[in-house]
């Protein structure tokens, strides 16, 4: 009797064993960010929903490769972030987190996945440090960074005769990189800063703020903030007569979900820089339809959209290794070249700096516009090359 | 105590204490509770997760020194958040800027606590009741400002990256499950210096004091003094409770110091068990094991835990170890 249960258990063993050499590659990925404060409409749900469709568009049940989506809510607060990731990676399995809104967050993150040899590929937080001076062999920063946006809304404004600058800044990672950078493009193309003030972030009352902009007399006030606060400050410009009074706002972060919530009317006129619109070419404008369809109607952010490349991006480095090593997947993830259809060429750099074009738009005035979600005309392509912060010039340790 | 809503709720509690003398039986019960609860300390980090589990250590250590100061002296601190997120700032800077050791930082973090309970608490235990309540709060809220606007504490980054270091120079801590073991050591120090405190003579005149204070003055007790020593010794305990956070986490952000920090305390006490020695561990136990698993909701997690704290007020109002008490007949 004995005997045979030992057989059979050795029967079974060689069983699962065999099995195990056709078994998928097990991946499991974690969508963290804010489901339900001030960034929500930028990622938030809608980013779960862009990670989903990635999954479906790569098919990966027949390439060998399983994969399970898990979200959740930082509330903002590097704490609960950076709780939320150790118990993922520790506990829970997962080997990807994604998106990432509120730098301090992503920072925190990207600690403990350094800590815990995971990979990070953050999409909705900013803070150019990310690849800079606090840059790590897991980090990967696919859609934008607070270099990009200052380099391209602050040089462009500038050079179209807003030399002087006031900046309202969040007061936080995020606010302060955004600042830092744009004081820098604005200088480089020969503006100057004439003051600043820093506001805590989500704030509802910026009078105080606006009121000591407008003493400033700058010819450009510039939002280093993102979200709500964006929204709230452009709305409470408006209501103090500081656009009518020749005073102009420029917007550093600002998203497709932002300038919808504010309507046209309010935004009118407003440049700003993204690295994604849905209305670009025919495969953007196909995965934003899809999108909607899937998510209420609402058109996909850039944010969003970048959740969907990397995670098409990471399943294709995942695909060819077979494997879900971090190690190799970093190293196969940035030697594969980036043919996104929603970002264009590209590539990840060695300091985890994913870049393709950017674009500056402006925000359509409310006649030109031909629908709910016709929101921007192209100002002007930025090319890959320029688009983001010289590889020399960040800091990087890795950077050789 | 004399005057004010505070006041009455303490009166309401104090038969437990008051009625039921600790006599040798109940000696014997709590010895046994601690030897029980250092084997549940010894196992658990087998079968939970040890970053959880510290979690729970460290809120259960803040909520019972913040019991000690309102279960037995019915003072309602609603500052505690202060001493708690201070600590954990200086700990963590301690060990990231200046390179302390984790035992020096969380030294130099419950250092700090008790000084800012100094200084704190003689401002405010000249008044008494909801005044007291007041002033504490104030005085919290103002160093929640200072850490918003100071330069080292990083504003809403808070301090990142915060190294866990190595004990006494010895022992690596980056594993999670050494790192249980140090911080399951000092909670157990901080619950038996709270056993101990309420226990001996000088917790005795406490309870005096919060059951009536006017007999206490005139029974030649100096009060303020005695409740200052106490407050000291609750800000104290939170501070050690808030500056092994910092290591434990590698971070301490704004969440520490927020005001709000000061209300879930009270809660944990509240749903706990007010007045009671083992109550507030349990009480943190439950929310953040619901803070925990009920994540997922996000900010409906707050709604849950209203409901619970309204469901607690109205079925059981001495709290999930006060109606173990009642039933056994026993202090606990």
Known sequence: ?400 | MSSGTVASEGADEAPIGAVQQTGKSAKKLHGMIFIGLAGLLLIAPFVLYPVFLMKVLCFALFASAFSLLLGYAGLLSFGHAAYFGMASYIAAHAAKVWGFTPELAILSGTLVGTLLGVVFGWLAIKRQGIYFAMITLALSQMVFFFCVQAKFTGGEDGIQAVPRGHLFGLIDLANDRVLYFVVAAIFLFGMIAIYRIIHSPFGQVMKAIRDNEPRAVSLGYRVNQYKLALFVLSTALAGLAGATKAIVFQLASLTDVHWSMSGEVVLMTLVGGLGTVFGPMVGAAVIVTMQNYLATLGAWVLVVQGFIFVACVLAFREGIVGLFAKRLKQPL
Not at chain 1, 175 to 197: C, F, H, Q
Not at chain 1, 204 to 212: E, G, M, N, V, Y
Not at chain 1, 259 to 280: H, M, P, R
């Open chain 1, 1 to 400: 009797m004995k005997r045979k249960t030992l057989t059979a258990a050795v029967a079974v063993t060689a069983l699962l064993a065999g099995g195990s050499a056709f078994a998928q590659v097990p991946v499991k990925l974690g969508v963290l960010n804010d489901m339900s404060g001030l960034y929500a409409d930028i990622s938030g749900p809608g980013s779960v929903v862009a990670a989903r469709l990635a999954v479906e568009d790569f098919k990966p049940e027949s390439k060998g490769i399983k994969v399970e989506i898990v979200s959740a809510d930082h509330q903002n607060k590097p704490d609960v972030g950076s709780t939320i990731a150790r118990k993922w990676y520790d506990q829970d399995g997962v080997d990807v987190i994604l998106d990432v809104t509120t730098s301090s967050v992503a920072l925190a993150v990207s600690d403990v996945t350094k800590e815990k040899n995971k990979i990070f590929m953050i999409s909705g937080g900013g803070t150019s440090d990310l690849t800079g001076a606090k840059c790590t062999a897991n980090n990967v920063h696919w859609t934008y960074d607070t270099w990009a946006l200052a380099n391209g809304t602050g040089s462009a404004v500038t050079k179209a005769g807003g030399d002087s600058w006031f900046m309202l800044t969040a007061d936080y990672a995020f606010g302060a990189a955004l600042d830092r950078d744009t004081s820098e493009a604005v200088k480089k193309a020969g503006g100057k800063i004439v003051g600043s003030v820093k506001h805590p972030l989500s704030t509802a009352d910026f009078s105080s703020f606006l009121l000591q902009a407008q003493a400033s007399k700058a010819k450009v006030i510039g939002m280093a903030n993102a979200g709500s606060d964006t929204i709230n400050t452009i709305k409470q410009a408006a209501e103090f007569g500081i656009t009518q009074s020749g005073q102009s706002l420029a917007g550093l972060l600002i998203f497709s979900s932002d300038v919808k919530s504010l309507g046209l009317q309010a935004a009118q006129g407003l440049k700003l820089t993204e690295a994604f619109y849905w209305d670009q070419t025919d495969a953007t404008r196909a995965f934003s339809k899809r999108f909607a369809a899937a998510f209420g109607g609402k058109m996909p952010t850039s944010a969003q959209a970048g959740v969907y490349s990397s995670v098409l991006h990471y399943l294709k480095a995942v695909e060819a290794l077979k494997d879900k090593d971090t190690t190799k997947v970093m190293a196969k993830m940035k030697e594969l070249p980036i043919d996104d259809a929603l970002f264009g060429k590209g590539s990840i750099r060695v300091d985890g700096r994913a870049i393709h074009p950017m674009y500056l738009y402006e925000v359509k005035k409310p006649e030109e516009s031909k629908g709910e979600w016709d929101m921007y005309k192209v100002v002007a392509t930025i090319p890959t090359e320029e688009a983001f912060r010289p590889l020399k010039d960040g800091g990087c340790p890795l950077v050789k």
